[in-house]
Nanobody, 126 residues
Framework: QVQLVESGGGSVQPGGSLRLSCVVS????????TGWFRQVPGKAREGLAS???????VYADSVKGRFTISQDNSGKTLYLQMNRLNAEDAGMYYC????????????????????WGQGTLVTVSS
């Protein structure tokens, strides 16, 4: 059973930075794509960034150049460094993992083997 636990959310002023972490435990897929998405009430889930076990990364246009996804050498801790945050970045942030290389995928991909964490809340206000 794959489990994901996010941390690092909080409140930040516009222009500020946060780093989110996600610890992946339990069974991990030999080839995986792991990433971050966010949810804002009333809006569709938005995939932000993903990375796979061979280091391929994918970014949404909305965060390219501001957010950086990375993972530790074991692949069991995922990070999202978020810089130059603005009000549109506020929301619940989730990490997710799925089978296979990312290729051009952002998560969620809604496959039957995809797993999500419980989320961490990011607020951006002055």
């Amino acid at each position: 059973q794959v489990q994901l636990v996010e941390s690092g959310g909080g409140s930040v002023q516009p222009g500020g930075s946060l780093r989110l972490s996600c610890v992946v435990s339990g069974y991990t897929y030999p080839n995986y794509c792991t990433g971050w998405f966010r949810q804002v009430p009333g809006k569709a889930r938005e995939g932000l960034a993903s990375i796979d076990n061979i280091g391929q990364t994918v970014y949404a246009d909305s965060v390219k150049g501001r957010f950086t996804i990375s993972q530790d050498n074991s692949g069991k801790t995922l990070y999202l460094q978020m810089n130059r945050l603005n009000a549109e970045d506020a929301g619940m942030y989730y990490c997710a993992t799925d089978v296979g290389f990312c290729e051009s995928r952002l998560l969620p991909h809604y496959s039957n083997r995809e797993r999500w964490g419980q989320g961490t809340l990011v607020t951006v206000s002055s």
